[in-house]
């Protein structure tokens, strides 16, 4: 496959409106804070879904810096591994936020690979409690989304919609990516 076909790409590039938590994928990416170990959101979410092996065994990891991520087991999820990425809070997006966003992501992909992920999940990451505007970030979701399904023909891409509004919006950034 040509790096230029998007027609493949966009094949292995889906928008999803539900609980993250509920997908069988290999990954699912967690909007996580620093600490790792639980918080509201989609982090709270993730955490409870998973049980108290989580909290136990992100303990371990030492934390985590905005745009780095780190893996555990999905223990009680129907996913079998969660990476915790920490995104960027907003600050009027003069601070970087976007590039420490992109590194999110590709903190994320590059765990994929070495482990031999091939299908992941990603939540809107920052957009929640740490304000990044979602137009903004789906953006930047879909651009690195992209350019790892570029360079690995076996993975799969879910970015995952917490409501109607940003599921088209996702929809949206994806259609401009296939011009």
Excluded at 58 to 75: H, I, K, Q, V, Y
Excluded at 107 to 130: E, V
């Amino acid at each position: 496959m040509s790096q230029g076909d998007h027609s493949d790409l966009l094949a292995r590039l889906s928008v999803w409106q539900g609980d993250i938590t509920t997908l069988a994928t290999d990954a699912i990416v967690n909007a996580a804070n620093s600490s790792l170990l639980g918080g509201g959101g989609v982090d709270g979410a993730i955490h409870r879904a998973a049980g108290p092996q989580l909290r136990a065994f992100c303990a371990t990891l030492g934390g985590c810096p905005a745009g780095e991520a780190r893996l555990s087991p999905g223990f009680g999820l129907a996913a079998r591994h969660v990476i915790h990425t920490v995104g960027p809070v907003w600050r009027g997006g003069a601070h970087g936020e976007a590039t420490t966003l992109a590194a999110c992501y590709r903190a994320c992909f590059d765990i994929a690979h070495a482990q031999g992920l091939t299908t992941l999940a990603f939540p809107a990451i920052s957009c929640g409690i740490f304000g990044f505007p979602f137009d903004a970030a789906a953006t930047i979701a879909v651009r690195e989304s992209m350019s790892a399904l570029a360079a690995r023909a076996d993975l799969k891409v879910t970015l995952v919609a917490y409501d109607a509004a940003a599921s088209q919006l996702y929809e949206q950034t994806i259609a401009r990516f296939a011009t």
